[in-house]
């Protein structure tokens, strides 16, 4: 193998899936030979059964539903007041310098840490869930946003006055969509970060959502039950992210040239 | 002729923290006529470029003034085009509205601006690349696209930073030529900064020398061979002696420049 040699597209699917089958095969064997004892791992086999009872019959897609509408619902909420704040930020200097320190600090906060607290200001519903996910991502988020935006390539800055931009269009046509396909990046990776605070979330003072369902099932020791949702949790992962690289593809066509 | 630009007294002092201050360009004085085409030489770190930045309004001087039409110049604007030798063209913009840039920013009619967009382009010879991105183009297209934002301004001097600097020397010697003839046709007014002798020589109807650091002008020469001027002209003895002379003079200074640095490290 040549380093950074390219794989045909072909190829890279196949390889792609010859590890997730590799990796059930592996955990096929381990169970289904009587490795591993039940009671710690369930077997694939059961693992699908009791995935196709939950959805069928334990009402499970509104749980999915609840979940997935809470991550979008903080991620949203999150986005739009760290977009504008972001570019702020990155765009001018003091407006940096006041909040930089803050949000440097605030973001090690661990989101999952707030939840006792959050259960205290804003209950069990779904204030709560939002709140989680909101504090997990935003303070990422309008870092991340300060950074991509502050990166401008100084020329083009130049450039662009040398053309005769004010200062405000600078920011409008140059900063922001200059950054833009950078941001389009950064929320997608921080979705995924978000995901992983809800479930969280959930395991605590929640009455449905998948998260709740993995606590419900830890209390039967439904090992094949919580595979099941975490397996789940990986998909929607999985299959939001594509979605979001498709759409950054389809939304910033210059940016993947030349690479 | 009047002048468009006057330079009076420009000087650029860099402070450095806990070192004696560097002296980049001394008081420097500066005349371009309507229609002039000034080149000007010299070796790299002499300020030439520093001098060009300030008239453009990217940097501040520290002492003195430049006047563009009588008027004092505080601030980048439209009226003083840029080329810059790094490529500066916007990677989200196709090359059409690249060239469009400007002429939204004044705010004229989408009808109008592809109208001067694209007979800019037909110019500077890239008809059929008006929905190519800058990345598809090559370097020599990329600064013809370059060439055609600044232009389509309309501004009253175009300054050029080394815009043919990161270029091979084949596509160099054809930017240099349909520069030229742009320049001829359009009555414009450049101020070309570059290293390149032969480049100064056969582009400038006045070829400036500036001296090594702390640089100032420390030569001015007209170029008396007439426009339009074709490539074949490079072989001429007239070329060879002007070039001759420069390049003694620039030479004096590159070593000038070295023996500064040598004794300050």
């Known amino acids: ?259 | 002729m009047a002048n468009i630009l006057s330079v009076r007294g420009i000087s650029r002092t860099f402070e450095v923290a806990g070192r004696a201050p560097t002296v980049a360009l001394q008081a420097t004085d500066l005349d371009v006529a309507e229609n002039d085409f000034i080149t000007i030489l010299g070796p790299s770190g002499c300020g030439k470029s520093t001098l060009l930045r300030i008239v453009a309004g990217l940097d501040k001087q520290s002492s003195g003034e430049v006047l563009l039409d009588g008027k004092r110049i505080d601030g980048p604007g439209a009226d003083r085009g840029m080329v810059f030798q790094s490529y500066t063209l916007f990677p989200w913009l196709t090359v059409r509205d690249n060239v469009c840039f400007g002429l939204r920013e004044r705010g004229l009619p989408r009808q109008q601006q592809l109208e001067i967009a694209d007979a800019f382009l037909h110019k500077v010879g890239l008809r059929g690349f008006e929905s190519h991105y800058p990345k598809q183009l090559s370097g020599g297209m990329q600064q013809r696209t370059a060439l055609a934002r600044a232009l389509a301004n309309n501004p009253r001097i175009l300054l050029m930073d080394e815009p043919f600097g990161a270029l091979d020397h084949q596509t160099r010697e054809l930017m240099q030529e349909l520069l030229l003839g742009i320049w001829e046709s359009e009555k414009k007014t450049v101020l070309f900064v570059t290293h390149d002798i032969d480049e100064a020589v056969f582009m400038g109807s006045r070829v400036m020398v500036m001296s090594a650091r702390p640089g100032r002008i420390k030569l001015d020469r007209a170029v008396p061979i007439p426009h339009p001027r074709h490539y074949s002209l490079k072989t001429t003895p007239v070329f060879a002696e002007l070039k001759a002379e420069l390049t003694e003079q620039v030479r004096a200074e590159v070593i000038a420049s070295q023996n500064a640095t040598t004794t300050a490290s």
Do not use: C
């Open chain 1, 1 to 259: 193998m040549k380093p950074l040699t390219p794989v045909a597209p072909a190829t890279r699917v196949t390889l792609g899936i010859a590890f997730f089958v590799l990796f059930v095969a592996v955990w096929a064997i381990a169970t289904l030979g009587g490795f591993v004892p039940k009671t710690f791992l369930a077997d694939p086999i059961t693992m699908v059964k009791s995935g196709y009872t939950l959805i069928a019959e334990m009402g499970f897609l509104k749980d999915i539903g609840m979940t997935v509408w809470r991550v979008l619902g903080g991620f949203i909420i999150a986005a739009l007041i760290a977009l504008p704040l972001g570019v702020l930020m990155g765009a001018y200097k003091p407006i940096e310098a006041f909040f930089e320190p803050f949000v440097s600090f605030a973001r090690y906060l661990p989101a999952s840490a707030f939840i006792p607290l959050l259960i205290l200001w804003a209950g069990i519903g779904e204030a709560q869930k939002l709140s989680v996910i909101f504090i997990g991502s935003f303070f990422q988020l309008v870092l991340m946003i300060a950074v991509a935006v502050g990166n401008t390539r100084r020329d083009l800055v130049e450039a662009a006055y040398t053309l005769g931009a004010s200062d405000s269009s600078l920011v409008k046509r140059v900063l922001i969509p200059g950054a833009a396909p950078e941001i389009a990046e950064i929320l997608r990776m921080v979705l995924g970060w978000a995901w992983t605070y809800v479930i969280v979330a959930e395991l605590i003072g929640a009455s449905s959502g998948i998260g709740h369902m993995i606590t419900d099932s830890q209390a039967l020791l439904a090992t094949d039950q919580i595979i099941f949702g975490i397996i789940v949790i990986g998909l929607i992962g999985l299959v939001s992210d594509l979605l979001f690289k498709r759409v950054n593809r389809q939304l910033f066509p210059w940016a993947a040239l030349g690479k």
